[in-house]
């Protein structure tokens, strides 16, 4: 008898997955970045209001997508039944290639070099701390979904904790003016000589990126109770939850820092805590990293290795990383491959430029992916659908625009790392056509 995923997540596990893949470190460090490119309180909100309202117009999509084809593999699955196996093993090949070990790696030693200052030891042993981490996490995922899932909700509601630290410290400091900011006459001005149109694009794209990662649940569809229920659910609840904690957590900045001392900081959440609590709330943050990176390392390598399982029992990778263990029920292989492979990059130290060659191809994917649903709807029909789109298709062609946007900006902002990425991804033309010719003499 075949081994299958089982199904053991609720509501709460997926909904904390959400959260999980979304939250990493980029809300305690990057904000300044907005800031620094609009100017102005009501702008710098309004942007992170405004790409939340993106990253809930995409969970609805995934989420009628979700109840649609509730199957392992997520966006992968979409894209084969829509538009054939060639895009979907694309999109497997650049999560497995680079988005996904790429991320892990570059997460792993962010969590390293925070926990070493936090710990007050030698930086050396980051990248030590970083593999141990990753490997660590591999062995608890293989042991099966719901111990990924554990840790997944114990460290989601550290770092939900880690930054309602931070939103209370900056409500407490409403009323009272910011500390003066010593570095504001070397920042550039915030316009840039665009108009305001082209700069909130500008400050749009680096909070699209830091809103992605909700996709990451449907990865794990087949292993949810109930999955054309909850899934739905847990897509909106989540991304809810991660808007709410994004632009509280903007306007605590806000409070404790002003504009000019939000983008002057490289951490704000570290400066915002330090402005109540001294010391000791840079200690509190630096540890609210240290959980956040962690959970967020645990939920990349908890759902990702589905997308691989997936591929392989389509024929078009090796044949063992389809097999399921057949007493955890876990893609054994998979799980361990993508441990492996990120850990090797950690060492390497190419994940950074890695990611930025293919950091375009996550929206290439995500409106193509979106745009299946308009093959779903057509060739299903409605009938039995109870979770659909708002606004549909007005909602839907407005993500597939901002999608086609970041792709373009991220093109046009570096050419040379497009097509580096868009080079790995022809790469994968021969490897598809490889496994199609061994899936045909199978």
Request: proline fraction near 6%.
């Amino acid at each position: 008898m075949a081994v299958t995923y089982a199904r053991r997540l609720g509501l709460f596990s997926g909904t904390m997955s959400v959260v999980g893949g979304i939250i990493g470190a980029g809300i305690f460090l990057n904000p300044a970045i907005v800031a620094q490119r609009v100017g102005t309180p009501t702008a710098t909100i309004g942007v992170w209001v405004l790409g939340g309202a993106v990253a809930l117009i995409g969970a609805f999509v995934y989420g009628e997508l979700g109840q649609r084809r509730p199957k392992v593999g997520g966006g992968y699955a979409y894209l084969r039944e829509a538009f054939g196996p060639f895009p979907a093993f694309l999109y497997a090949w650049a999560l497995l290639l680079i988005i996904a070990p790429g991320a892990i790696a570059a997460v792993a030693v962010t969590f390293g070099n925070y926990g070493a200052a936090l710990l007050g030891v030698s930086p050396a042993v980051a990248r030590p701390a970083a593999v141990a981490a990753i490997l660590l996490l591999t062995l608890i995922n293989c042991l099966g979904v719901t111990f990924g899932a554990i840790t997944q909700n114990i460290f989601t509601l550290l770092k939900l904790a880690a930054i309602g630290a931070v939103v209370v410290a900056g409500l407490l400091t409403i009323g009272h003016p910011p500390p003066p900011c010593l570095d504001c006459a070397a920042l550039p001005s915030p316009s840039g000589g665009l108009p305001m149109v082209g700069v909130v694009g500008a400050a749009l794209v680096p909070v699209l990126f830091s809103y992605g990662g909700w996709q990451q649940t449907n990865f794990i569809a087949e292993e949810m109770i109930d999955a054309e229920r909850n899934l739905p659910k847990a897509l909106v609840l989540g991304v809810v939850i991660v808007v709410l904690v994004y632009v509280l957590a903007n306007a605590a900045y806000l409070g404790a820092l002003g504009v000019a001392g939000l983008a002057a900081s490289s951490a704000p959440a570290a400066d915002t805590m330090e402005a109540l609590l001294g010391t000791t709330g840079r200690a509190l943050i630096t540890a609210g990293i240290v959980f956040s990176t962690f959970g967020f390392l645990n939920l990349v390598i908890l759902v990702t290795p589905r997308v691989f399982q997936a591929m392989a029992a389509d024929g078009l990778f090796f044949d063992r990383f389809a097999r399921l263990h057949p007493r955890f029920r876990t893609p054994v292989a998979a799980i361990v491959f993508l441990g492996v492979w990120s850990s090797i990059l950690v060492y390497s130290g190419q994940y950074g430029a890695l990611l930025d060659y293919v950091v375009f191809a996550d929206w290439i994917f995500f409106g193509l992916t979106a745009l299946t649903l308009l093959v779903f709807r057509r060739r299903d029909g409605m009938a039995e659908v109870q979770f659909r789109v708002p606004g549909y298709p007005v909602t839907l062609w407005l993500f597939v625009g901002v999608a086609a946007y970041v792709v373009v900006g991220s093109i046009v902002s570096n050419p040379g790392n497009a097509l580096r990425g868009a080079g790995l991804l022809v790469l994968a033309v021969p490897v598809y056509l490889y496994w199609r010719g061994v899936a045909a003499r199978r």
